[in-house]
C-alpha cells in the first residue's frame, strides 16, 4: 500500500461533503464511545471492560449535518465517516494481526476517497510514557507515512474526569510528561478534547466536529489516497 495526498474534499455532489475518520488508539481509550459522539448515534460497541472489546474495524455514518461548513457561500451537508479499530497493545490481537487488520480496512473504505485525518485517541486522564508512545504512532506513521504529522489530531478523550478534578483543560496540559508535550508539538497542535459521558453529546458532537473542521481547512481539505 502507499499513499499520497490530493487536494480537493470528497463531494459527492456540490451542496454535500463526506467527512472521512480514522480512530487509532491503545486498547479502553474511548475510541468507540468517540466514534458514537462523533456521529451522533450509538454505531459502535463501547463499554468498560478487563479486555479488548473491539476486534475488527467498523465504518459508522452519520446523517447530514448543517452549520459546519460552507462552500463558494452555499451552505454544505457534511456526512461524517468514522471508522474504528482494534486498539493496540490488543488483550487477545498481535500487533502484526492489528495492523493488517486496520490497513486493509483503510484501503478498502478510505482507499479511492481519501482519508482526512487520522484521530489519535488517548484518555486525558492516563499520562502518556514514552514506551507506550512508540506503539501509539507507530500504525500512524506506517499508514501515513511522512506526512503524518500533516493528518494526524490527538483527541483527549475523558475530559469530564479532567474537569472533575478541577483542572482547567490547557492547563493540565502544561504539566504533562514531556512525552506527551513532544507528541502534541510534532501534530503541530492539533488536539481536541473530548466528554463521551457529558449531559448534551449533541453539543459535545458539534464542538468536536467544529475543530476537525478547522483542521481540515488548515489543510486545504487535503485528503490520504490509499492505493
Ligand atoms: N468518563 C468517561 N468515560 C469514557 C469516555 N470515553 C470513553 N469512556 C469509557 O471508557 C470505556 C472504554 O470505552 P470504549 O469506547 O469501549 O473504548 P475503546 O478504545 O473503543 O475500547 P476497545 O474496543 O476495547 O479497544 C467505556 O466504559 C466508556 O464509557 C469519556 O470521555 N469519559
Given amino acids: 500500500m502507499y499513499n499520497h495526498t490530493a487536494e480537493e474534499s470528497t463531494m459527492t455532489d456540490d451542496s454535500k461533503m463526506t467527512l472521512n475518520l480514522l480512530l487509532l488508539g491503545r486498547t479502553q481509550s474511548g475510541k468507540s464511545a468517540s466514534g458514537n ?6 454505531d459502535f460497541t463501547s463499554y468498560l471492560s478487563p479486555r479488548s472489546v473491539t476486534t475488527s474495524c467498523h465504518l459508522g455514518r452519520s446523517c447530514h449535518i448543517s452549520g459546519l461548513a460552507r462552500r463558494n457561500g452555499s451552505e454544505l451537508a457534511v456526512q461524517v465517516h468514522v471508522l474504528d ?3 493496540y497493545p490488543h488483550s487477545s490481537l498481535s500487533k502484526e494481526q492489528v495492523h493488517q487488520e486496520v490497513k ?12 482526512h485525518l487520522a484521530l489519535l485517541v488517548l484518555r486525558a486522564d492516563v499520562p502518556l510514557c514514552e514506551e507506550e508512545d512508540d506503539h501509539t504512532t ?3 506513521q506506517e499508514l501515513l507515512g511522512p ?7 490527538i483527541l483527549f478523550t ?14 493540565y496540559l502544561h504539566i504533562a510528561s514531556d512525552t506527551l508535550h ?13 466528554d463521551n459521558h457529558a449531559t448534551i453529546l449533541k453539543e459535545e ?17 487535503q485528503r490520504i489516497l490509499f492505493k
Avoid: C
Fill in 37 to 42: 459522539t462523533l456521529l451522533g448515534s450509538v
Fill in 85 to 87: 479499530t482494534p486498539g
Fill in 104 to 115: 486493509s480496512a483503510v484501503a478498502h473504505h478510505f482507499g479511492e476517497k481519501g482519508l
Fill in 138 to 140: 507507530e500504525l500512524v
Fill in 147 to 153: 506526512k503524518w504529522k500533516d493528518f494526524t489530531v
Fill in 158 to 171: 475523558h475530559a469530564d474526569r479532567v474537569e472533575k478534578a478541577k483542572f482547567e483543560r490547557e492547563e
Fill in 182 to 194: 513532544k507528541l502534541i508539538q510534532s501534530v503541530q497542535q492539533k488536539y481536541i478534547f473530548i
Fill in 205 to 221: 458532537n458539534l464542538r468536536a466536529l467544529r475543530k476537525i473542521m478547522e483542521f481540515l481547512r488548515q489543510n486545504n481539505y
